[in-house]
């Protein structure tokens, strides 16, 4: 008797590994409106370097305790509101502005179950790269359909030839990644900004958190009692910042406006206990906050496969 008859065949090679990950996507309801979270990819970023107004040791120390390494492996995340009689995209991502890594949420948009064309309006939070880049595919906008709406003070700042001329070579990328992004839609009428707080449409309105950028806006959801309020980059590293919102970033354009925003809105989370969610918090960056101490605690929503 051979050892093949005994077993009846030849041991199979071991399966290669299929390596990627799932469509970036997750989908919850604030009340009656439904909003879909959309991952751009994620980016390592050298934040203990990055991070400013910090202790010594404090960012090293902070992420072996959530046993994190650098460069950080961070998220860059849009979100996607669909209130039943309009959809809207809150930030678009980066598209190829912001390394090999990212310019994912379009494919994962469509992933989701809907289309580009389908976009009704997009409300940038502010005019980084990271945020802005997704609103062109190459040459041609991205949402051919859409309306894109920003603060005044934000267009202002980013989409001027003289603000661009004035700035260190160090931040003359950020000018040409905004109106790369944006002038398209300018020219075509599709861009309009706005002044001030306000509803846009019913059930989501913009609130001015200046600092990290000089108009820098987050944007509030809210439906039957429920409330989510989309952050943008109010934060940007949750195991430094949630401890100690006095953490800033050289990414910010005023570190002195940006702490006291933060703290503001840690704060009236913690107090409301509403849903809150981040551009860059792990995918999908949904949670709700708890004090504790003088800082506080991030706690992720609850996974429901319920539709």
Same mark, same amino acid.
Request: hydrophobic share 40%; net charge negative.
């Given at each position: 008797? /051979?050892?093949?008859?005994?077993?009846?065949?030849?041991?199979?090679?071991?399966?290669?590994?299929?390596? $990627?990950?799932?469509?970036? %996507?997750?989908?919850?309801?604030?009340?009656?409106? !439904?909003?879909?979270?959309?991952?751009? +990819?994620?980016?390592? =970023?050298?934040?203990?370097? =990055?991070?400013?107004?910090? &202790?010594?040791?404090?960012?090293?120390?902070?992420?072996?305790?959530?046993?994190?390494?650098?460069?950080? !492996?961070?998220?860059?995340?849009?979100?996607?509101?669909? /209130? +039943?009689?309009?959809?809207?995209?809150?930030?678009?991502?980066?598209?190829?502005?912001?390394?090999?890594?990212?310019?994912?949420?379009?494919?994962?948009?469509?992933?989701?179950?809907?289309?580009?064309?389908?976009?009704?309006?997009?409300?940038?939070?502010?005019?980084?790269? @990271?945020?802005?880049?997704? =609103?062109?595919?190459?040459?041609?906008?991205? #949402?051919?359909?859409?309306?894109?709406? *920003?603060?005044?003070?934000?267009?202002?700042? %980013?989409?001027?030839?003289?603000?661009?001329? *004035?700035?260190?070579?160090?931040?003359? $990328?950020?000018?040409?990644?905004?109106?790369?992004?944006?002038?398209?839609?300018?020219?075509?009428? &599709?861009?309009?900004?706005?002044?001030?707080?306000? !509803?846009?449409?019913?059930?989501?309105?913009?609130?001015?958190?200046?600092?990290?950028?000089?108009?820098?806006?987050?944007?509030?959801?809210?439906?039957?009692? @429920?409330?989510?309020?989309? %952050?943008?980059?109010?934060?940007?590293?949750?195991?430094?910042?949630?401890? @100690?919102?006095?953490?800033?970033?050289? #990414? @910010?354009?005023?570190?002195?406006?940006?702490?006291?925003?933060?703290?503001?809105?840690?704060?009236?989370?913690?107090?409301?206990?509403?849903?809150?969610?981040?551009?860059?918090?792990?995918?999908?960056?949904?949670?709700?906050?708890?004090?504790?101490?003088?800082?506080?605690?991030?706690?992720?929503?609850?996974? /429901?496969?319920?539709?």
């Amino acid at each position: 008797m /051979t050892l093949l008859t005994l077993f009846g065949s030849v041991a199979q090679a071991a399966a290669p590994q299929v390596k $990627g990950q799932a469509p970036g %996507w997750y989908r919850m309801m604030i009340g009656d409106i !439904e909003v879909t979270a959309l991952s751009d +990819g994620t980016v390592g =970023l050298p934040v203990d370097k =990055l991070l400013t107004n910090t &202790q010594p040791g404090e960012v090293e120390h902070a992420l072996q305790d959530n046993h994190l390494t650098v460069p950080l !492996e961070t998220s860059v995340n849009g979100y996607l509101i669909n /209130t +039943g009689s309009k959809l809207v995209l809150v930030d678009t991502g980066a598209a190829g502005l912001f390394g090999p890594t990212l310019g994912n949420l379009l494919a994962n948009l469509k992933a989701s179950g809907y289309q580009p064309d389908q976009v009704d309006e997009i409300y940038v939070t502010h005019m980084h790269a @990271d945020h802005v880049g997704g =609103l062109m595919a190459g040459d041609q906008p991205a #949402f051919p359909k859409a309306v894109v709406r *920003a603060a005044q003070t934000e267009a202002g700042h %980013w989409l001027s030839e003289a603000n661009m001329n *004035a700035a260190p070579e160090s931040a003359k $990328g950020f000018f040409k990644g905004a109106m790369a992004s944006l002038n398209p839609y300018v020219k075509t009428g &599709q861009f309009k900004p706005f002044e001030g707080d306000g !509803e846009l449409v019913p059930g989501v309105r913009a609130v001015a958190a200046q600092g990290h950028t000089p108009g820098h806006t987050i944007y509030v959801v809210e439906s039957k009692g @429920d409330k989510l309020v989309l %952050w943008g980059d109010l934060m940007h590293v949750a195991a430094v910042q949630f401890a @100690d919102p006095a953490v800033t970033i050289q #990414f @910010d354009t005023d570190p002195k406006a940006a702490a006291p925003q933060r703290m503001k809105a840690y704060e009236d989370a913690a107090k409301g206990g509403y849903y809150v969610a981040g551009a860059h918090l792990s995918f999908p960056g949904i949670g709700r906050l708890r004090a504790s101490g003088k800082g506080y605690v991030f706690m992720p929503a609850n996974y /429901t496969s319920n539709k």
